[in-house]
């Protein structure tokens, strides 16, 4: 490791998937003035906030990994919230994160002053910190939405939603609502259908679900894992191309997309056989892919449940003691769990981000739609970079592969700050090209075809990645002449 020249000051705001790759290779590159800034008092991200019953990756865990930190005891090929956290505080402690970690602490501003040409970090208990780089590694799933029903604050018994599980509420016993059927939901509704009195799931969109090849990985799964790890190598190959299908299908194969769709149907129908009309109900009215698709084999069986009713019918109001629909229906409820979703499209929200010449970063995106280079830079807002931001997300690939990316990009961007000893900014016309072409690729996307998290209200796709992901890891490049240096 070679020491660079100059040790520009760097922030690093959040300790999830993102902001560990993020530090871990700035410190790799020789970089150690590094401050961490993270809200909880853990690292883990969404990993430690979403703590609900059945919490689990749809992505298999050898491929929803670090590269460069395998993990040979993993215990489920799709492991659950508590073996990912694990894994997140063991790659913070094997690679020295937590030394510069500050827990507690919420950013609420970040602000670019000219004159100094440094960012002035806001605290929220007052404080201010200097920064010469910033890195915001928010994510895109961490600020829980809620949709406008009037009444919902006036339900008398416990509300909360999913990913913040009250867990001091004990449903043994309790009428539970359910509202929304997104991946949440998907895999808490199988984890509480056992223990309620009832259980009415109202829906307004269903999901499409295919088979969940899951199993448990023992002692030699472990054994072979560790002695032999070109094992664990080739298995995480075989999940890259397994999922990397699933973004062929959405981009470029109809044919595949619509084996996907057939394959779908079979495993919908074949579980829901246990209730009549049930699978009317749940299979999806809108081009498969246009919504995220799902992994689960108990969701189904836990709606064809006798006390499990689905509800079709829209909600126009919560009353203090249930939920009411536009049929005119009361269900009555004693707990109602949100599992409705995130705000993914509010990039780095709620911070208040000012930049070169007082530019408002959010006003800019309210005007513009939420655009950045490769998802990562924004003209007009020097030596600040964003992990997981706009349309970096994966219609079927792993994250964790797309932040490893940013990540290297990230690095190359701070040595180049490095060796000129100033910041350096995205040109503009550089910025309009690549957004360009971006929402042209978009345009005609299956993500266009119904309404989904992916979208703003005016149709505009801001999440996703247009591509596979193995073509975003080869464009997405440090190019010194892509920016210019603020004298």
């Known amino acids: 490791m070679t020491v660079p020249a100059t ?6 705001i959040g300790t999830g998937f993102g902001g560990l790759a993020a530090v871990i290779e700035l410190k790799r590159r020789g970089y150690d003035d590094i401050v961490v800034l993270e809200k909880a008092d853990d690292v883990g991200g969404v990993w430690r906030e979403n703590t609900y019953p059945g919490a689990a990756c749809d992505v298999p865990s050898p491929f929803y990994s670090f590269s460069f930190a395998p993990n040979p005891r993993w215990p489920h090929r799709f492991s659950r919230q508590p073996a990912i956290l694990g894994y997140l505080r063991k790659v913070a402690d094997d690679y020295d994160v937590r030394r510069h970690v500050r827990f507690g602490v919420e950013v609420t501003a970040l602000e670019y002053d000219d004159a100094t040409r440094r960012w002035t970090i806001s ?4 404080e201010t910190l200097e920064a010469d780089v910033v890195v915001s590694a928010v994510g895109q799933l961490s600020r829980p939405a809620f949709p406008a029903i009037p009444g919902r604050e006036e339900f ?6 999913s990913a913040e599980w009250r867990h001091d509420v004990d449903l043994t016993g309790k009428r539970v609502a359910v509202i929304g059927t997104g991946a949440s939901a998907v ?10 009195a009832r259980l009415t799931l109202f829906q307004r969109s269903a999901p499409y679900l295919l088979l969940r090849p899951d199993r448990e990985f023992g002692r030699l799964h472990h054994w072979v894992f560790e002695k032999l790890p070109f094992t664990q190598l ?24 619509g084996i996907l769709k057939a394959c779908s149907k079979w495993h919908m129908r074949r579980q829901a056989k246990a209730k009549p009309g049930l699978f009317e109900k749940i299979w999806p ?5 246009c919504k995220r698709i799902l992994f689960s084999n108990d969701y189904v069986p836990a709606l064809a449940q006798p006390h499990v009713d ?11 003691t249930g939920v009411r629909t536009a049929a005119g229906e009361e269900h009555e409820a004693d707990v109602i769990i949100w599992g409705t979703g995130f705000k993914a499209t509010e990039f780095l929200a709620p911070m208040r981000i000012t930049g070169a010449g007082g530019r408002d970063l959010h006003e800019q995106w309210a005007e513009e739609g939420a655009h950045a280079y490769f998802g990562m830079s924004v003209p007009g807002f020097p030596n600040l970079h964003i992990m997981y931001g706009p349309n970096t997300n994966t219609g079927g690939g792993s994250i964790v592969y797309f932040l490893e990316a940013q990540a290297r990009y990230l690095g190359d961007l701070v040595d180049e700050v490095a060796r000129r000893a100033a910041p350096l900014v995205l040109r503009r016309e ?30 505009r796709v801001t999440t996703n990645w247009p591509l596979l992901g193995v073509q975003y890891k080869k464009q997405a490049r440090f190019d010194p002449s892509d920016y210019e240096v603020v004298s």
């Open 187 to 196: 895999q808490f509704v199988p984890a509480i259908a056992p223990d309620v």
């Open 285 to 289: 009215d809108y081009p498969i892919g």
């Open 123 to 126: 605290l929220d208990a007052g």
């Open 234 to 257: 080739a298995e995480r190959a075989t999940w890259y191309g397994m999922v990397e299908i699933l973004s062929i299908a959405w981009v470029y194969s109809r044919l595949i997309s």
């Open 156 to 161: 008398a018994g416990p509300s909360f939603h």
């Open 7 to 12: 040790q520009p000051r760097i922030a690093v």
């Open 430 to 459: 550089v910025d309009a090209a690549h957004d360009d072409r971006i929402q042209s690729e978009l345009s005609g996307s299956v993500w266009t075809a119904c309404d989904s998290w992916y979208r703003t209200q005016d149709g």
């Open 310 to 320: 689905v509800v079709t019918d829209a909600i126009t109001a919560i009353t203090p």
